[in-house]
């Protein structure tokens, strides 16, 4: 099922939680709602579900205006971050619950839901469970299970909201592979909210970028990494660091260094930020009149095969409001080799570089 989101404007009070939005939603595809707490990611999630009503703006499944619908008439599927499993329940009643409650004349016989409802464990490789409660699970088996129980109802959109927020970093990975994999099997429309860039770039077909209330950029990962739309896009994928530069008809000069910004061609004598990806920083020991960024090497993180350096600017010359400190990457083996130490006297030299002119 495809969704058409148009126009959607949203307040609570006097807090403008949603401005214009509108978005194209494939059918089978798995699109990530991604930006900071408050952006309004959840709240667009809950308008499409139907359990939040826009103050302006539409709703359409695959070309019907379902605006009005109830969110029993939307038939989606919804998966929270905590879980809502009911704890006097087994995992199997748990499942069998959606289907249980449905109307007398709808409902499915009890050898139907029993085979509906292991067909399910089976799908979230969990029927070895099916006795268990859940005090008796793990986060992640927890969260399979609840995706189980959004799954029963045979959804034609299922919406995940934050589904492994609450669970250790290593867990999230691991579910996210396997929720990549269910849904390669599955293809239903899904929506899932996150505030982890890693996730979101990791698990999606699509990524929307939310700030302030606002669609920043809509596109695949890649897309969205290798060409953000705006600073901000360009600033929450990832670290980065902010440079005063100034762009004059296709060069912009980063701290005395000029690159090539053949995007601004057109512009004159104009300040910009310069954005730079610790990986982008070329890092090698002080030299008097070499061109670059002058630093101090405070601390070198050396952990696996990546040694991380932070580097203090001798002068600070930062975008206000931005933490002067400086982050660079570099091998590990080539760290050993450069013997650096903490203390030293370092060029710092921008290798790639986005320009954003400021206002």
Same mark, same amino acid.
């Given at each position: ?13 006097a ?22 707490s408050?952006?309004?990611?959840t709240?667009?999630?809950r ?7 826009p103050d ?6 695959s070309?019907?205006? /379902?605006?009005? #619908?109830?969110v ?10 905590? =879980?809502a ?5 087994? *995992? ?13 004349? *709808?409902?499915p ?5 029993r +085979?509906?409802? &292991?067909?399910l ?11 268990? =409660? ?15 129980? /959004?799954?029963?109802? +045979? ?7 934050? !589904? ?6 290593? *867990? ?20 899932? *909210?996150?505030?982890?860039?890693e ?15 606002v669609v920043?950029q ?6 969205v990494?290798d060409? !953000?739309?705006?600073?901000?896009? =360009?600033?929450?994928?990832g ?20 690159m090539m910004?053949p995007e601004?061609?057109? @512009?004159?004598d104009?300040?910009?930020l310069?954005?730079v990806r $610790? ?6 020991? =002080? ?6 960024? @002058?630093?101090?090497l ?6 696996? $095969? ?8 001798l002068?600070n ?9 400086i982050?660079?990457q570099m091998s ?7 013997g #650096?130490? +903490?203390? +030293?006297? &370092? &060029?710092?030299? $921008?290798?790639?570089?986005? #320009?954003?002119?400021?206002?």
């Open positions: 099922m495809s969704i058409e989101v148009r126009n959607i404007n949203k307040h609570f009070g807090f403008h939680a949603l401005r214009n939005v509108n978005l194209d939603i494939e059918s089978g595809e798995l699109l990530a709602l991604l930006g900071p408050g952006c309004g990611k709240t667009l999630l308008i499409i579900a139907g359990l939040e009503s302006t703006g539409s709703i359409a499944f070309g019907e205006d /379902a605006t009005d #619908f109830s029993k008439e939307r038939n989606v599927g919804f998966v929270f971050q905590h =879980y499993l009911f704890r006097h329940m087994s *995992v199997f009643e748990n499942v069998a619950f959606a289907l249980r409650v449905k109307p007398r004349s *709808v409902r016989s009890e050898s139907v839901i +085979e509906k409802v &292991m067909s464990l089976q799908l979230v490789q969990l029927d070895w469970l099916a006795d268990r =409660y859940p005090s008796q699970l793990s986060g992640g088996q927890r969260q399979r299970i609840a995706l189980a129980r /959004a799954l029963a109802v +045979e959804p034609k959109v299922l919406l995940l909201d934050e !589904p492994f927020g609450a669970l250790d970093a290593k *867990v999230r990975k691991e579910l996210r592979r396997w929720l990549r994999r269910l849904h390669d099997d599955l293809h239903v429309t899904s929506i899932f *909210v996150t505030h982890d860039q996730e979101a770039l990791e698990v999606a077909d699509r990524v929307v970028l939310m700030h302030s209330g920043e809509v596109g695949t990962p890649q897309d990494w060409n !953000p739309a705006s600073a901000f896009v =360009y600033g929450f994928l670290d980065v660091n902010h440079f005063h530069a100034r762009a004059d008809k296709g060069v912009v000069s980063v701290e005395g260094v000029s910004a601004h061609h057109d @512009v004159q104009l300040a910009a310069a954005y $610790p990986h982008d920083l070329e890092v090698t020991r =002080y030299a008097t009149g070499a061109p670059g960024i @002058v630093a101090e405070q601390r070198a993180i050396v952990v696996g $095969p990546i040694a991380r350096l932070e580097l203090w600017p002068d010359r930062q975008p206000e409001g931005h933490d002067p400190l982050e660079a590990a083996e080539k760290f050993r080799e450069l #650096f130490k +903490e203390g +030293e006297k &370092m &060029m710092l030299l $921008p290798k790639k570089a986005r #320009f954003f002119l400021q206002a």
